[in-house]
């Protein structure tokens, strides 16, 4: 079936920080959509009498790539904005409890199901996520991903020095990973990533052994976390005394690779960031939980000398948001906190096709070019009174930037997942 969307379009799909044309802007666009891809994008003047059969639908407002979180942890949904404690503290107290009722499919369920509902009604269609320990955590993630054509990437998370019933074993930890990629390879829009919680969670057993599943599986990617808060990197150094740096205590067991995505990244050496651009490894950049748990400010300055891949992500429930659009604007003031300079259209670019370059989908998702995947959101900038009032002589750059700093759920007006409608906000 073919059809296609007359609207205003705009995609990033390069970092501009390397290709400054890389805005894709259509005032008054034309999106042709067939089975679920995009076959054709331009203005609308220059396409309308080549598709004149095509059947034709208006969107009212700002059509942009649907939103690639690429760092969020579904299990934490129900201990978002849990007060008072910094990473390790706030890991003991509200997130280990909370994790360990995945051991239930049907809470896993019903989670994972209210989890995805949420992207969606956030503009966001495809993500990694972290899910548990727990095998069945990872099933139900990508039931409820498959019943809804998400992309989605996941893994069961290796963690053999966890809390009691909240940890593996090596043999254990390899087993299940290794049913689980078995069980789901090739199916839907998913991707599985081989997942240590983070360095500390693991002995170095499993830390090499997980280094052996990634070079034994070059269809998935690493996903784990780095440098995220001063006491964990303390920690890390008190553990890893070999280790030149936290990174290094990664690299050791064959972790850092192109197919790595490290969360956060906040407190790195050059001479990480070096490795990091050597290997091809990249960051999900993940301002709201930087700021709610106290960690520090990503250093955009750093990563763009180095010229490191970036994404960005929501990392709820340490973030605050669902929001894509919420989070870039965090993601400037970040940058702001350290007199860098984050634009409206870079920002975008990082919720979009940098995520995709990041979790490897680059060539499905992220820019809404002829041969990916349709899946797009369309954001309001009359969404409220005081986002139309202050975009309502704005030029794009304006608008775009009063988005993502105003805006949020409310935003986002439709999503679509490979061209079709799948939520929809009602009026008030």
Not at 45 to 62: R, T
Not at 91 to 97: A, K, S, V
Not at 360 to 373: M, N, S, W, Y
Not at 403 to 425: F, K, M, N, P
Request: charge should be negative.
């Amino acid at each position: 079936m073919i059809h296609a969307y007359r609207a205003e379009l705009l995609s990033v799909g390069q970092d501009p920080r390397d290709a400054p044309d890389a805005v894709r802007h259509e005032p008054d666009g034309l999106l042709v959509i067939e089975d679920g891809l995009v076959v054709a994008r331009g203005g609308y003047a220059e396409l309308a009498d080549k598709y004149a059969d095509v059947p034709v639908h208006s969107l009212d407002g700002l059509v942009v790539p649907g939103f690639i979180d690429a760092h969020v942890h579904y299990p934490q949904t129900d201990r978002i904005a849990s007060h008072g404690e910094q990473l390790l503290d706030w890991l003991d107290r509200h997130i280990f409890p909370a994790e360990k009722a995945f051991v239930d499919k049907a809470h896993a369920d019903a989670v994972a199901a209210f989890f995805l509902d949420e992207l969606l009604r956030n503009g966001t269609t495809s993500a990694l996520v972290y899910p548990t320990v727990h095998e069945q955590s990872v099933d139900a993630l990508f039931e409820a991903a498959l019943e809804r054509r998400m992309r989605i990437v996941s893994g069961k998370v290796l963690m053999d020095m966890g809390p009691e019933g909240l940890k593996d074993t090596v043999a254990s930890g390899r087993a299940e990973s290794e049913a689980l990629i078995r069980r789901w390879r090739g199916r839907g829009r998913l991707g599985y990533a081989i997942t240590p919680r983070f360095a500390l969670a693991s002995t170095d057993a499993q830390l090499a052994d997980a280094g052996a599943l990634l070079a034994e599986h070059p269809e998935v990617l690493m996903h784990t976390h780095l440098a995220e808060n001063v006491h964990e990197c303390a920690a890390v150094e008190a553990r890893f005394t070999e280790a030149v740096d936290y990174l290094d205590a990664y690299d050791r067991f064959g972790l850092v690779t192109d197919r790595s995505v490290f969360a956060h990244g906040i407190h790195l050496s050059d001479r990480a960031c070096a490795r990091l651009h050597e290997s091809g490894a990249g960051i999900a950049v993940c301002p709201s939980s930087n700021l709610f748990l106290g960690s520090g400010f990503f250093n955009f300055g750093q990563a763009d000398r180095h010229k490191l891949r970036l994404g960005l992500g929501t990392d709820v429930g340490a973030g605050t948001s669902f929001s894509m659009l919420h989070t870039s604007g965090l993601a400037y003031q970040a940058a702001l906190a350290r007199e860098d300079r984050l634009d409206p259209f870079r920002a975008l670019y990082l919720a979009t096709a940098g995520s995709a370059a990041l979790l490897h989908i680059g060539d499905k998702v992220g820019a809404l070019e002829p041969g990916q995947e349709a899946d797009f959101a369309v954001l309001d900038c009359a969404a409220t009174p005081l986002l139309a009032r202050r975009t309502r002589e704005a030029d794009l750059a304006e608008r775009l930037f009063a988005l993502q700093i105003l805006g949020d759920d409310r935003a986002v007006s439709r999503t679509y997942v490979l061209g079709e409608c799948v939520w929809q906000r009602t009026a008030p």
